[in-house]
């Protein structure tokens, strides 16, 4: 194929003005993805592709084609599916990857991940495109979930030689023949910077949240997931918040240090004898949520994170299994005797009150939950930290308590 692009002329232009009304027709609060990208004709591709720059390759012998190509409903399409591989950075998503990236799977699985939206929207899609189901997977899922399904860990996937054209960096795929490096301008510009990109992907965000909520149109379950990712401030990973804030509780009550006349001090004056200050053997009360709304992967990562924490810091463990009610607290030398039990409903009160009626008492709370429960109204007498499990957990804990939002990814695809 040939690898020469160039400028559009005149009539490429108008098929190509076509084209965008009708993707913006099928998906409006596509527009500014749309109108963003610029245009490159590439004859000789025999499909569409982007690049990093937001440039969009178009081989129009085939595009809005009235002999044999796609119509201009399916060119639309095209233009709404390539607009996906640059909001849904699949770029950058690739090259965190484990090397090597088998490019060809990585293309086959971003189609996936945005062609069951696009056919939910009613978009129109040439024959032949890649849903979950070509790939043995069920919808909805992430790229990197078709992917691992592809190239199982350990393993190379099939061939990445020669595989025909994708769709181009911007896809995270090999570049197409003939794509431009990042300052060449045919008289459109030169695409878009990293930032002016990520102020598309918000722009378009925003429109994706504005028209689900008011419930215009059809509005694909993937595409509002995106939004909200994209919309959601920054995250720190939980891991350090949640060591933070456990060492944090266990220091202020470390702190606490009281006079012991136990052992002398060494240090006296002759003639006096003084007392040493001794700090307490703290204890670290672990209430953990056992109701049958808990994700097991979840749960097991906030407990890893939670007993290395504990191991280093040196203090006594006390777990407390809750879900409608409480196991009775118990010392444990490692999180890994516990053996989980529940399933039923969820109020941590109960839990949190078997804690502190617990002799000693302890001395900071740590509180594995989904959210789903109710809490104490007034503060409690020792520092409590509730780390909330799962993508789905629900904010609920009262304003004094310290929350750590724990995500792992648990989310796995069945072989077909």
């Known amino acids: 194929m040939s690898a020469s692009v160039r400028a559009l002329t005149a009539d490429e232009w108008r098929r190509l003005r076509l084209a965008r009304m009708a993707a913006v027709e099928a998906m409006p609060y596509f527009a500014k993805a749309v109108f963003a990208m610029v245009p490159v004709s590439a004859p000789g591709l025999g499909t569409a592709a982007v690049d990093?720059?937001?440039?969009?390759?178009?081989?129009?012998?085939?595009?809005?084609?009235?002999?044999?190509?796609?119509?201009?409903?399916?060119?639309?399409?095209?233009?709404?599916?390539?607009?996906?591989?640059?909001?849904?950075?699949?770029?950058?998503?690739?090259?965190?990857?484990?090397?090597?990236?088998?490019?060809?799977?990585?293309?086959l699985s971003g189609d996936a991940e945005i062609n069951d939206d696009l056919l939910a929207a009613g978009v129109g899609l040439p024959d032949g495109a890649i849903t979950p189901s070509a790939l043995g997977c069920d919808d909805g899922h992430a790229a990197e979930i078709y992917y691992r399904h592809l190239v199982p860990s350990g393993s190379r996937g099939p061939g990445d030689g020669d595989m025909g054209v994708g769709c181009g960096s911007g896809a995270g795929d090999a570049p197409v023949p003939g794509e431009l490096p990042a300052s060449v301008d045919l008289g459109n510009g030169v695409g878009l910077s990293r930032e002016a990109a990520d102020m598309v992907r918000t722009a378009v965000a925003q429109a994706v949240q504005e028209m689900g909520g008011a419930g215009r149109g059809t509005m694909p379950a993937g595409l509002q997931r995106w939004a909200r990712g994209q919309l959601a401030p920054a995250v720190v990973p939980w891991q350090r918040v949640l060591r933070a804030a456990v060492r944090r509780g266990i220091e202020d009550q470390a702190g606490q240090v009281h006079h012991s006349w136990r052992r002398p001090n060494r240090r006296s004056p002759v003639g006096l004898i003084m007392p040493t200050l001794r700090a307490p053997k703290l204890t670290v009360d672990l209430i953990i949520d056992t109701s049958a709304s808990m994700g097991q992967a979840d749960l097991e990562a906030a407990l890893a994170e939670t007993r290395a924490v504990l191991r280093q810091t040196g203090v006594k463990v006390r777990i407390t299994c809750c879900d409608a009610g409480a196991t009775t607290p118990r010392l444990v030398r490692s999180i890994g005797e516990v053996v989980l039990s529940g399933g039923g409903g969820t109020d941590l009160r109960v839990g949190v009150d078997a804690a502190l009626a617990a002799k000693p008492r302890g001395d900071v709370l740590v509180l594995a939950t989904d959210g789903g429960t109710p809490w104490h109204t007034a503060r409690l007498p020792v520092p409590m930290i509730v780390a909330l499990i799962g993508a789905h957990a629900v904010d609920s804990a009262p304003r004094w308590a310290k929350t750590v939002r724990v995500i792992a990814n648990p989310e796995r695809v069945a072989a077909a």
């Open 52 to 107: 990093e720059s937001w440039r969009l390759y178009i081989d129009f012998d085939v595009f809005a084609a009235d002999d044999g190509g796609w119509t201009m409903a399916e060119s639309a399409g095209v233009i709404c599916h390539e607009a996906n591989h640059l909001i849904r950075s699949h770029a950058q998503r690739a090259k965190v990857l484990d090397a090597p990236l088998n490019h060809y799977c990585w293309n």
